[in-house]
């Protein structure tokens, strides 16, 4: 019980549990029982008072949950007014039932282990390797891995408190707020404050995330359980994040890299109809396209990843109604292969050239299926030349997963530079997570999957379908996933702000094609359509266009041509 | 002439049939709003058939476009499902909720659905909501193409227009 005192990493700052039970019991009188809970029928130690307040917590976030109640309900109990006694055996008992406790907890990310069809072993399987040493009993543990987080940003704290809604958002303290004030000294029970949990909880990520990095691999272990308790008692957006982070990160310590891709089209697809990202992307691209092709008479766009080709119904609709009447359109799209043969690839084609003819543009389709972007070149897309024919290239959220193998992207960007294109239209999240420090990464995947998963809770309210949001997170699930646990060649989604890709692109001899105000009128409008009040925002930077929630930008929107003087 | 002649010469059973006067009809119905052209359609076969005619429901999209939309606009929307189709399922929800937005700043008046067919709508506005036609249509090709999608092949790239269910 006195493992706390014992240990010397809480000795050199106020760790969170004792400077709890200070603030709760500041009138304690040293070693003998306290006065007020023996009035109650406990006997409690005054000393072990913040241990027991401790662990009373954990167990009322264990009772919220729905099988919490359950597991408790056969354990036998001796001697009632042992209060810390019997908690502890309660936990204990608990700590037993972990792993069935953590499943749960993680159950909205069992589509991403079974959607394949593939049941494999359980996201936390028995630790085999890893003994659950008593050592790092969580009571220690929270208060000195926190107090060595001197780096923890105050911006992660405001952003935290923003989420939560607490009218506390201006304390600057590192240390977690207090318990509220509405617990008086008289009741002994702690009341546990979701505003405090969930600064716990994103504290303890972080935690977990530094422990991994120096490969204290028991203590990540530990911490991760303790995030899917916190992550319990939390609700909506926050719980879902911290649940897809916390198999990331436990994925991560296990080494296990089962990588589940199988629909991951169907899911974008859910990912497109929920919220305005993907719209967005392809509405100004196609705008940037279309002021690039005003006046031609042959084009050809050339689309690094097709999926189902939803941005291009808008664009040959556009070209159809332009003044003067539709060009002659040709594209070419690449995709990956696809695990059941089929041509998923000509079937979109087939569909787009369906839909050309209703509308009365001369249509030509052409697929390419290749394993990395790098395996193509000019003279395989079979570019005319730049007299008979415009060519524009369109990458929507591929171009950063060619950062994954050196040299790929150059290449990429040396046979684009060969095609000569009239435009070429990037679109990619704005975020950095391909820096090499594992704890730089993991912290701004957490603010960015963050509000991305607030804003899917904010537009929530319209939409009428529940299971779109649900695949919607399952997708960007994957992405958290890759970008924790995976590494190397495996890690594909490199993100990497718009200025280090302006500062690539001109590098490679691209210079910026600015946007346009028409493309930011109708994005404006289209974002207008979406709920989410005024959740959305459109911003212009230097020409280039980004999507963002509320104050964070997440998609960025560019146009580029060649630079003057490449020939 | 014979029916107005009738008329004057005192006769109190009117005679005068709407049916028979099919310009008069159509352009009453040229001033409705779509709601009431709907239930117009439920009067007869006759009405119905006006009712259902695409020219009514153009004259209803772009009644109060300024300028008015190019003429190759209209092979385009009837090949894309025609215009009925682009007013229920477009043009009314995107106009709504861009004036319900309008509404909720400071500054702008009250109305109703009524006020969205009243305001002039410009150009972006029609664009967009042809490119989601667009959209929608392609969507609706479905049928042996375009990969797996769970559930059937129901198009829902509009479904952010549509308005919540409260349960």
Not at chain 2, 138 to 152: P, Q, S
């Amino acid at each position: 019980m006195k493992r706390e005192r014992e240990n010397g990493q809480s000795s050199s700052s106020p760790s969170m549990a004792s400077a709890k039970g200070k603030k709760m019991w500041e009138e304690d009188n040293g070693g003998g029982m306290d006065e007020l809970l023996a009035v109650l029928g406990y006997k409690v130690k005054a000393s072990d008072m913040a241990d027991v307040a401790q662990k009373l917590e954990q167990l009322e976030m264990v009772m919220d949950q729905e099988d919490g109640i359950s597991l408790l309900s056969d354990s036998v109990h001796f001697n009632p007014s042992d209060l810390s006694g019997w908690v502890q055996s309660m936990l204990s008992e608990l700590n037993a039932g972990q792993t069935q406790l953590s499943s749960t907890v993680v159950d909205d990310s069992s589509l991403l282990i079974s959607a394949g069809g593939n049941n494999s072993s359980p996201c936390f399987p028995q630790p085999r390797i890893f003994e659950d040493n008593s050592e790092y009993d969580l009571s220690a543990i929270p208060g000195g891995a926190i107090c060595k987080q001197k780096q923890s940003p105050v911006l992660l704290q405001n952003q935290n408190n923003k989420r939560i809604k607490t009218n506390r958002s201006d304390d600057p303290v590192l240390l977690p707020p207090e318990i509220c004030p509405g617990s008086t000294a008289a009741r002994p029970v702690v009341l546990v404050d979701s505003q405090e949990t969930g600064v716990q909880l994103v504290h303890t990520l972080i935690a977990c995330a530094e422990a991994v990095q120096q490969e204290n691999l028991k203590l990540a272990d530990a911490l991760v359980k303790h995030i899917g308790l916190l992550a319990g008692a939390q609700a909506g957006a926050m719980r879902k994040v911290a649940t897809y982070f916390a198999e990331a990160l436990a994925r991560r310590i296990y080494n296990f890299h089962l990588q589940d891709l199988n629909y991951s089209d169907v899911l974008q697809m859910h990912f497109y109809e929920t919220c305005p990202y993907l719209k967005f992307a392809h509405f100004t691209a196609n705008q940037a396209i279309l002021e690039a092709f005003e006046g031609e008479t042959r084009v050809h766009v050339v689309d690094f990843g097709l999926k189902q080709g939803m941005q291009w119904p808008a664009l040959m609709q556009a070209l159809a109604l332009r003044p003067g009447g539709p060009p002659k359109f040709r594209l070419t799209g690449i995709g990956p292969p696809q695990e059941d043969n089929t041509d998923a690839l000509q079937e979109v084609g087939w569909k787009l050239a369906q839909l050309a003819e209703a509308i009365g543009v001369e249509f030509e389709f052409r697929g390419f299926v290749v394993n990395s972007l790098a395996d193509l070149n000019a003279e395989i897309l079979d570019i005319r030349p730049r007299e008979v024919e415009k060519v524009a290239v369109n990458s929507v959220f591929e171009l950063h997963q060619l950062l994954a193998r050196p040299g790929s992207i150059d290449k990429v960007l040396d046979s684009i530079k060969r095609m000569r294109p009239k435009i070429v239209t990037v679109v990619e999240q704005e975020a950095n997570h391909n820096g090499s420090v594992f704890v730089d990464r993991f912290n701004e995947a957490l603010h960015y999957y963050s509000t991305m998963f607030d804003s899917l809770e904010g537009s929530g309210l319209t939409q009428a379908n529940s299971q779109d949001v649900a695949m919607s997170e399952v997708y960007l699930g994957r992405q958290i996933c890759n970008v924790v646990a995976c590494e190397g060649a495996d890690r594909v989604e490199r993100h990497e702000t718009l200025s280090q890709w302006r500062a690539r692109m001109g590098a490679a001899g691209f210079e910026s094609a600015h946007l346009g105000s028409n493309a930011f009128k109708q994005a404006s409008m289209l974002l207008a359509l979406f709920g989410g009040g005024d959740g959305y925002r459109v911003e212009e930077n230097d020409g280039c266009l980004m999507l963002g929630w509320h104050t964070r930008p997440l998609i960025a929107t560019s146009a580029w041509q060649l630079a003057a003087g490449e020939s | 002439m014979v029916q107005l002649v009738k008329l004057r010469k005192g006769d109190k059973r009117s005679k005068f049939c709407i049916n028979d006067n099919m310009d008069i009809l159509i352009e009453i119905l040229k001033r409705l709003d779509s709601r009431s052209i709907a239930a117009a359609a439920c009067v007869c076969h006759l009405w119905l058939s006006v009712a259902r005619s695409n020219w009514l429901w153009e004259n209803l999209c772009f009644r109060h476009v300024s300028p008015p939309p190019p003429p190759g606009v209209r092979p385009v929307v009837e090949a894309l499902g025609g215009y009925r189709r682009l007013y229920t399922a477009c043009l009314r929800p995107v106009l709504t909720r861009l004036s319900r937005r309008k509404r909720l700043r400071p500054g702008s008046g009250a109305g109703g659905d009524a006020e969205a067919a009243r305001r002039v709508w410009r150009r972006h506005e029609v664009e967009l909501s042809i490119s989601l036609f667009c959209v929608d249509y392609y969507e609706r090709l479905g049928g042996g193409g375009g990969g797996v999608r769970a559930g059937g092949a129901s198009a829902s790239s509009l479904m952010f227009l549509c308005e919540p269910v409260n349960v």
